[in-house]
């Protein structure tokens, strides 16, 4: 105990600095890397198919996957493309005047004398992240388990951590878990460092935020940083705006994407693309890439997961279910409960203006990490797509690594707080009604229903969860 407590007063500067350590190696430019000289990221409001086409016809990098609500697309493309979408009178807005500019930029920042920096004052490589994950373990004992989920395509290994409190949880079985999984895309960096710095604040603040504490008494976080390592890895060496992972498709077409690659919704309506070069490729078959098989079986695994959340960027959106359709997901109510407080915790906390919503915001998507989740296992799961609207897009400076942090630690802590465990019927209100379908239930033992620690049969442990959650008579 006393070793726990010198660790977790243990100032947040001095961990920072320890894990910098791991980050020493400086951030040189590899000779391959491809270069973007001159190209420009524009914002265009298409006026017809045909200008959509076009688009697609210049630009081999989409920054948006379809066309927004406003049904705007966003694209990188050259000096001469521009040229050529002004001549065909195509309306369009630039979101970024000189992309190479941006990236040497971001790479002159990153390349400052690390010795007085912290962790989170600049994005680190595979193998950072993978020292950064040791440092949690070593200064929180007790508090973070690391884990392996398996490998990548080229055989990286996908690891993450168990982070919970040592508190025992009511029933004495495993805690109901919360799974935060960032970069299945690989440009998308700015999920990474938001991942690592919330796992980083809840634990840091155990003994002196109440909200913190009791998140990690309640539940378990399954945090993994980096959902698509060879993505990654080939975005710090080749390419800073490579998106899927790293299978070899064809002579010179290569990568899934990965998150079109989950089976609920898998190559249905418009969401995905079958063509082997598109950046939303969805794969031969469902869960043909082994990172999208890993952590669906680590999933599968634990007794029971309750809370989902896909860390993408950028756009500030929180997507609720569904991503493949526009019907309404079973429990709407609840769900809109949920994320339309996130958005305004995120928003009172840190001032960032997010939009909650389905995929009316956006564009369809199927074949992704939430449809799945919810559709599988029942829980409440969301993509965010982090910061900012557009202004750098996936190149976002270091700068924004804490607020953007900051985000979705307000994001994690409001969705924790408002699960509701006792509205078993999903109408939004606990009321006589959860009781009575609870018992009703619980009474014949027979289905899963009343499962609520997960542990895959229904006992007194699920009565008391649920007992102690009805006991409040509110949503929170
Ligand atoms: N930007 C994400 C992607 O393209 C969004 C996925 C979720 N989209 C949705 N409509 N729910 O993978
Ligand atoms: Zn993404």
């Keep these: ?20 350590n791991a980050l020493a190696a400086p951030n040189t430019q ?18 017809g198919d045909a200008d959509l086409r076009l688009l697609e016809q210049l630009s081999d990098d989409p920054w948006t996957c379809g066309p927004s609500a406003t049904g705007a697309v966003d694209y990188r493309i050259s000096r001469e493309q521009l040229a050529t979408l002004t001549l065909h009178g195509v309306p369009f807005s630039v979101l970024i005047e000189d992309v190479q500019a941006l990236l040497d930029a971001d790479l002159a920042e990153r390349n400052q004398p690390f010795e007085n920096r912290a962790y989170f004052d600049t994005y680190a490589d595979y193998t950072g992240v993978s020292n950064y994950v040791n440092t949690l373990v070593a200064t929180y004992p007790g508090f973070v388990a690391r884990i392996s989920l398996g490998n990548s395509v080229e055989g990286r290994e996908i690891f993450g951590m168990r982070v919970t409190s040592p508190v025992p949880p009511i029933g004495g079985v ?66 800073r705006l490579w998106r ?13 994407d990965l998150n079109r690659n989950w089976s ?57 279910t569904w991503g493949y359709q526009y019907a309404d997901p079973i429990g709407l109510a609840s769900i809109n409960r949920i994320g339309s407080a996130m958005r305004d915790s995120v928003a009172a906390t840190t001032g960032a203006a997010y939009t909650f919503g389905g995929s009316e915001i956006l564009y369809l998507a199927s074949g992704t990490a939430p449809d799945w989740v919810f559709g599988t296992l029942g829980a409440f799961s969301v993509t965010a797509e982090l910061r900012d609207t557009g202004t750098n897009g996936f190149v976002l400076p270091t700068s924004f690594i804490v607020p953007t942090g900051n985000d979705v630690l307000s994001m994690v802590k409001t969705m924790i707080q408002k699960l509701c465990r006792a509205d078993f019927n999903k ?25 609520l620690t997960g542990d895959g049969i229904t006992d007194d442990a699920d009565f008391v969860v649920f007992a102690a959650a009805y006991e409040q008579l509110i949503c929170p």
């Design 1 to 20: 105990m006393q070793k726990f407590l010198t660790a977790v007063t243990m100032s947040a500067a001095a961990l920072l600095l320890l894990a910098g």
């Design 30 to 47: 590899p000779a391959e890397m491809a270069r973007f000289d001159g190209d420009v990221v524009v914002r265009v409001q298409p006026r």
């Design 174 to 239: 495993r805690k109901p878990v919360v799974v935060l999984n960032s970069l299945q895309h690989a440009r998308e960096w700015i999920t990474v460092t938001s991942n690592l710095y919330t796992t980083t604040e809840l634990l840091s603040k155990y003994n002196t935020d109440a909200a913190a504490k009791s998140i990690l008494d309640q539940y378990e976080l399954v945090i993994i940083p980096i959902t698509n390592p060879d993505g990654y890895v080939y975005t710090w060496t080749n390419n």
């Design 244 to 256: 899927k992972n790293r299978r070899v498709t064809g002579t010179s077409t290569r990568g899934i």
């Design 264 to 320: 609920v919704g898998w190559g249905l309506s418009s969401g995905s693309s079958g063509s082997l070069s598109s950046d939303t490729y969805r794969g031969p078959s469902p869960f043909s890439e082994p990172e999208t098989q890993v952590l669906r079986n680590y999933m599968l695994g634990v007794p029971k997961v309750v809370a989902h959340i896909d860390l993408h960027s950028y756009s500030q959106l929180i997507l609720r």
């Design 427 to 451: 109408d939004n209100v606990v009321d006589d009604s959860d009781f009575v379908n609870f018992a009703v239930a619980y009474e014949t033992l027979t289905t899963n229903a009343c499962d």
